[in-house]
C-alpha cells in the first residue's frame, strides 16, 4: 500500500469534493487483497491523501459538497443532502512511480 495525493482539476471548481474509491477483491500470487471502499473529502486546494494498492484496479466516484470535511459530512447527511451531482466517475489503476493522481472535472 502506498500513499497517493488525489488533486481534482477544471474550469469550474467547487470547494469541496467527495471522493469514493471501491475495488473488488482478489488474489495475486497468493497474495490476497480484500474489498475497499474508501470515502476522503479534498481540502481548499481540492486535495486528499488516500493509501491505495498500486496496480490495482479502482473505480472512482466525484461529487460536489457542501460539507467541507468528513466528520461534517457524516454529521449532515443524516438530516440533509449535503452531496451534489456525481460530476466524474471512472477507473483508474494507481502507478508505483506517482504519488499524484489527477481528477480532471471536464464541464
Same mark, same amino acid.
Given at each position: 500500500?502506498?500513499?497517493?495525493?488525489?488533486?481534482?482539476?477544471?474550469?469550474?471548481?467547487?470547494?469541496?469534493?467527495?471522493?469514493? $474509491?471501491?475495488?473488488?477483491?482478489?488474489?495475486?500470487?497468493?497474495?490476497?487483497?480484500? %474489498? @475497499?471502499?474508501?470515502?476522503?473529502?479534498?481540502?481548499?486546494? @481540492?486535495?486528499?491523501?488516500?493509501?491505495?494498492?498500486?496496480?490495482? $484496479?479502482?473505480?472512482?466516484?466525484?461529487?460536489?459538497?457542501?460539507?467541507?470535511?468528513?466528520?461534517?459530512?457524516? @454529521?449532515?447527511?443524516?438530516?440533509?443532502?449535503?452531496?451534489? %451531482?456525481?460530476?466524474?466517475?471512472?477507473? $483508474?489503476?494507481?502507478?508505483?512511480?506517482?504519488?499524484?493522481?489527477?481528477?480532471?472535472?471536464?464541464?
Amino acid at each position: 500500500m502506498k500513499e497517493f495525493t488525489l488533486r481534482v482539476t477544471g474550469k469550474h471548481m467547487k470547494k469541496h469534493y467527495l471522493v469514493e $474509491l471501491t475495488t473488488e477483491g482478489r488474489e495475486s500470487n497468493g497474495i490476497a487483497f480484500p %474489498p @475497499q471502499h474508501i470515502m476522503v473529502m479534498t481540502n481548499d486546494r @481540492q486535495e486528499a491523501n488516500v493509501t491505495l494498492h498500486a496496480s490495482l $484496479l479502482y473505480h472512482m466516484r466525484v461529487s460536489e459538497s457542501k460539507a467541507s470535511t468528513m466528520e461534517e459530512f457524516l @454529521q449532515r447527511k443524516i438530516k440533509e443532502r449535503v452531496i451534489g %451531482p456525481v460530476v466524474k466517475e471512472e477507473t $483508474l489503476i494507481p502507478k508505483e512511480n506517482t504519488n499524484l493522481i489527477e481528477i480532471i472535472i471536464e464541464d
